[in-house]
Structure formats: C-alpha cells, structure tokens
C-alpha cells in the first residue's frame, strides 16, 4: 500500500495492547496503525496491489496503475464494464427490467476470479494453491461447479470464449498440480456439494469450439475422476464411485449422503465424457461404456411415484419415501427437484414417466402440489426452503440450482407454451431490482445467467450438446455482439406484460418451427424474429423433429 501523504503517526497492536513505533509484532492477533496530518477536508490516496507470489510481484503489480489518480482509475472501470455490459443491448422494456437484466447480467461475469499474475518478464504465472509453488499458466479460482455448470459456462463459452478459454487451461493446470479438476475451489479444492461436474464445464466448452491444446491430458483428467476420490476432499473426484461403477447407482444405505443426487449427477457426468470420447474417436468400447453409465439415471427411477427415489444396496428402494423430503438422498432439495436432473436425456425420462401425456402432468405437479416440505434430515428450515415458500409456486424451488431448467422441460413434451407462460412468471416475480428482489443465492453467478439467458429467449439445457432450448424473450429487441463482431438481433416487436406466447417464429427471415435453435446458428449473426401474442400457440412443436436434443437411436445402439 502505497501512500501519497507521509505518516505523522505509526504504532502496531500485540493481542489487545497498543506499542507506539513498533513496528512488527508477533501475537495471536496483530495489525498497524498509521494517522496522517490532514487539514479538514483534506483527502489522502492509497495505491493498493496484492499477490499471492511475493511482496515483489506485489510491487509489480501495483504497476498496472501507472501514474493515474483516483478518478482517472474510476473513469476507466467504469468504461470497461460499459464496454462488457454493452456486448448485449436490451430495448423495448421497463426501466426497472433494464436494472433487473443488467444487474443480473454484472453478477454473471463476476466469477471465477483471476489467479493469475503476469511477472516483470510479462510471462503469465499463478501461485498453485494445490502444491504451493509459483508455476507458468493460467490459473481461476472461487467458483463452485455444483451451479455454474447449469447455465454460466454456457455463457461464458457463448459470449466471452477467449477469457473463458484462459479458464479451461486453468483447469488443466489444476489437474496436473492435484492430480483432480476442481469441482469448487476457493482458492484450492473445497470440500463443498456433490457431483463431478468440471466434466460438464470442460467438455461444453471443448464442443462449442474453446479447444485447449493438451487434450489428451484433458480426457485423462476426466477418465480419473470417474475412478477415484480425493484423499482429503470427498467432493473432488467421485464419492462412491465404487458402488456407482459396480451397481449403476450410489445406494441409499452405504453411508454415503445426498446419494441419489449423487447418481443422478454422475451419469450426466459420464455423458458428457461420452460425447467428448466420441468426439477424439477413441475406441467403440470405451466410448460405450461412458454411454451405459450416461444411462445410469434410469436406477433411481421409482415407476410406483414417478420420481426419483433413494434405493438401497440391495436393489429396493428406500421406505419411507416422502417426494417433499430435503436433503437425505438429494442435494438442498427434495424429490420433486431433483427428479428433473436427466438433462442429456429427457426423451428416456418421458418413457418412464409413461409417455409425453403423463411427463407434462409431472411437470405441472411441481407447481400444484403445495409449498410444503420436510426438513428433518436438516433439523431446520433452512433458508432454500423458505425462499421456495415465500416464492409460492407450488414446490418449485427457483432459488437452488437443481429445478432451474425445469420449465424448459415443457418443449421436449411438446407443450412449449407452457414453459413460455411459467418463465414469464418467474423473471416478473421472482428477479427484481429492489433489495430484496433476488430469489435465492446468486451462487457464482448462474441464478443470474439464468435470468440473462431465458430474458433473451433460450436457454442451454444439456450443456454439451450444441443447442438451446427455445423460450420467449422478455425484451421487445435484443443485440448480442460477438467477440468477432457479428451480431444476432432477437426481435420481438409485439412483446408485452401480456404478449408472453410463441406465435411463429423465423430466422435469418425463414420460417422456423423447431424449439431449440443451435450455437452455431447464433454465432453466425442474423436475426431471431418473434412474433408474440396473448394466447398460446398449440400447433408449435408437435413434431418430434422438432423437439430438443435427446438420445438418438444410433447413440442408443453404444448401450447393447
């Protein structure tokens, strides 16, 4: 900390007493204490840089400030963000629905953080919280995978690929310092939720183009993974990867909590690792046993409820079983959340549920079955459940991650106006620009990314895959300027408070029937022309052709 006054004033604490121009100490509690002499109204400047290296790259840091003063610091700041915030141009809405998407929109870009530092070589290089020593390569830190897999990687790889790419090769760092990805690190591995969801984040970016050049490294990291735990972390790796590669699903009595979560989870995991076997052609058998395990969900599907259910090592199902039960089996939520959580999959979980009548009828459940819950496992209410009893939409849970794409379950059914109707309803009530206008945790940013995204009009499923499934868009304009400066214009001219339906929709000035549009489609430029109406449009997706991704018959094949 640099200072533009000199110290009149100097002295450093021991615990609780005070030594006047000491000036180290050594004590269970320390700090310092320095006073100017001001005249009134007088203001004194610090320049202030850290590092995680060394007091002298502490020093070179402080470089990048220059010879500026504070209000020319400010000045720039201000612009840069006008400059990232101004890659996407919202019109045709409220003031406080500007306050609301780009609030939203700030917090989406807030993590992961920088770990990096650049030396006084201008070589880029982190400080490995893994191993402890100052290595060359990118580095990020504080961000948790358990949700920001659902939708901000997404965006990220959407908007801003290059930043994001420097993120991949930090995970790739972190693997070869700790022998495991990140699942969330804060600043090294965190033992905090479930899941081994650095696969989703890594292949998503890999398939949508954001290539880091030691992929084979890559595909090992996540071949790892699938086939251990961290020593000291239990939520880095895979816990219970045993009983999961063995019976196809993590047991309800093993002692392992939040185990069907955990399942669940697992098996889109090891989708994901399918597609990016598939994808660097690596044998047939072994890109075939990632596509059984992909399948692994179907193991904790009770037909008796319709639900997912905790099952024991002996193949029964866990009794009692109560859908409104959080925790236990499940992840900060019950059932009735996590139920969903088949995001590569959708199509086999309408079979299970009995067809596409039965799964539209599950799905409107959520909302009609009311706010009611069962704590016990946590001894409290704790603050998900109120937030989801406050919300008042039945059981849905829009403050935690793992019902956050729910509603766009609807398209893959057929019913996309369904999804358009309940969307609506969620980004009107629930996101806000007042001060308690948040739903729940913003959580590394994805509550955010979800509103950004489904106030645009998509919104990414099944990361993974190279679509996005078809909402409708909040703003009656919206430009989205790439990072090669090709720009998509999503128009919606008729939008309004009670405009919230789908009546036809064209692309690039063709006429467009699909629920889904692809990245590729997106990042080609053009324009989204929506044509919005008061009632819904029950002729839109009716085809299956029409739907969004799920397993096709070719890919099924893999599972004989």
């Known amino acids: 900390i640099v200072f533009d006054k000199p110290f009149t004033y100097r002295a450093t604490f021991a615990d609780q007493t005070l030594h006047a121009d000491k000036l180290e100490q050594t004590a269970g509690h320390t700090g310092a204490v ?112 358990w949700d920001t897999f659902r939708c901000l990687f997404p965006f990220l790889n959407l908007m801003f690929p290059e930043q994001n790419k420097e993120m991949q090769e930090g995970l790739i760092n972190t693997y070869k310092e700790s022998g495991f990805f990140p699942e969330w690190a804060s600043p090294g591995h965190r033992d905090c939720m479930i899941g081994n969801n650095s696969a989703s984040v ?10 880091v050049e030691d992929v084979e490294t890559l595909y090992q990291g996540l071949i790892h993974g699938t086939e251990h735990v961290h020593p000291k972390v239990s939520s880095t790796g895979r816990l219970g990867h045993e009983y999961y590669n063995r019976l196809g699903y993590v047991p309800y009595d093993v002692k392992i909590r939040e185990n069907t979560a955990r399942t669940l989870e697992y098996a889109y995991n090891d989708w994901c690792i399918y597609t990016l076997a598939k994808a660097l052609k690596r044998p047939k058998k072994e890109i075939a046993q990632y596509a059984r395990r992909a399948m692994n969900y179907r193991n ?39 139920t969903w959580s088949v995001f590569h999959d959708p199509q086999g979980l309408i079979d299970l549920m009995g067809g596409r009548r039965a799964f539209v009828t599950m799905l409107d459940s959520v909302f009609t079955v009311p706010p009611l819950f069962d704590e016990s496992y946590y001894g409290a209410v704790i603050h998900e459940i109120r937030e989801m009893q406050i919300m008042n939409m039945g059981n849905y849970a829009h403050g935690n ?50 509103y950004v995204f489904s106030a645009l009009g998509f919104y990414p499923v099944c990361p993974g895959t190279d679509e996005y499934v078809l909402g409708a868009p909040l703003f009656k304009k919206a430009t989205l300027t790439f990072e090669d400066g090709k720009q998509m214009v999503i128009n919606a ?47 839109r997706g009716t085809k299956p052709s029409d739907f969004p991704y799920s397993f096709s018959v070719s890919e099924k094949s893999f599972f004989r």
Request: overall charge negative; aromatic content about 14%; proline content about 5%.
């Open 493 to 539: 001219p008729e939008n309004n408070a009670h405009n919230v339906y789908v009546e036809s929709l064209h692309l690039n000035g063709q006429p467009y029937t699909k629920n889904y549009v692809k990245h590729a489609d997106l990042l080609s430029g053009g324009t989204l022309d929506f044509r919005m109406s008061d009632h819904p449009n029950h002729d």
């Open 300 to 338: 904790v599907f009770d037909k008796e409820t319709s639900l997912m259910r905790g099952r024991n090592e002996n193949g029964t199902f866990m009794s009692p079983f109560s859908p409104l039960k959080w925790g236990d089996a499940f992840t900060e939520g019950n059932s009735w959340h996590y």
């Open 401 to 450: 991650q793992p019902i956050q794409h729910m509603i766009y379950l609807y398209n893959y059914a057929g019913e996309p106006w369904k999804a358009q109707y309940w969307l609506r309803r969620v980004m009107d009530q629930l996101y806000m620009p007042t001060p308690d206008g948040y739903c729940g945790d913003e959580d590394n940013g994805q509550t955010s990314a979800w």
């Open 202 to 211: 890594l292949v998503d970016a890999y398939m949508k183009g954001i290539k």
């Open 34 to 145: 320095i006073g100017f002499r001001t005249k009134k109204g007088e203001i004194v400047h610090a320049r202030v840089a850290s590092s995680f290296i060394s007091p002298e790259q502490a020093e070179q840091n402080l470089k990048e400030l220059g010879n500026d003063r504070f209000d020319a610091i400010a000045a720039q700041g201000k612009a840069e963000w006008n400059k990232v915030l101004g890659r996407i141009r919202v019109e045709g809405g409220s003031l406080d629905q500007y306050r609301t998407f780009y609030s939203c929109l700030y917090r989406s870009l807030l993590f992961p953080r920088k770990f990096y530092e650049v030396d006084a070589d201008g070589k880029i290089v982190h400080y490995s919280p893994y191993n402890g020593k100052v290595l060359p390569g990118f580095m990020y830190t504080d961000t948790g995978f």
